[in-house]
Nanobody, 127 residues
Framework: QVQLVESGGGLVQAGGSLRLSCAAS????????MGWFRQAPGKEREFVAA????????YIADSVRGRFTISRSNAKNTVYLQMNSLKPEDTAVYYC????????????????????WGQGTQVTVSS
């Protein structure tokens, strides 16, 4: 079991930046990937970004490509989400996730293939 703790959320004006962090503890040696999802009020949780540990490949949602970047620490137990040029529509609770049950195709895009989840951190972008 992996425990995930997010931090770095807050209130920012449109056009501003935030960096989210997710610290993993527990059985991190078996983790194969980490990612970020977000959920706005009244909407389903949606994919934002993911990184595979084996090859370092990253995947970014179309809605945030060019503005958000996912990265990790060398110790592989912390993943970051750098968010630039934030827009009001980026307002949501951001969740960190780890351990994909399926590394094939675009499984990273779907919540059902991820095993561990953090509690989430609120990001609010004012216009």
């Amino acid at each position: 079991q992996v425990q995930l703790v997010e931090s770095g959320g807050g209130l920012v004006q449109a056009g501003g930046s935030l960096r989210l962090s997710c610290a993993a503890s527990g059985r991190t040696f078996s983790s194969n990937a980490m990612g970020w999802f977000r959920q706005a009020p009244g909407k389903e949780r949606e994919f934002v970004a993911a990184m595979y540990w084996s090859n370092g490949n990253t995947y970014i949602a179309d809605s945030v490509r060019g503005r958000f970047t996912i990265s990790r620490s060398n110790a592989k137990n912390t993943v970051y989400l750098q968010m630039n040029s934030l827009k009001p529509e980026d307002t949501a609770v951001y969740y960190c996730t780890s351990d994909l049950t399926n590394l094939n195709g675009g499984s990273y895009y779907y919540t059902r293939f991820w095993l561990s989840w953090g509690q989430g951190t609120q990001v609010t972008v004012s216009s």
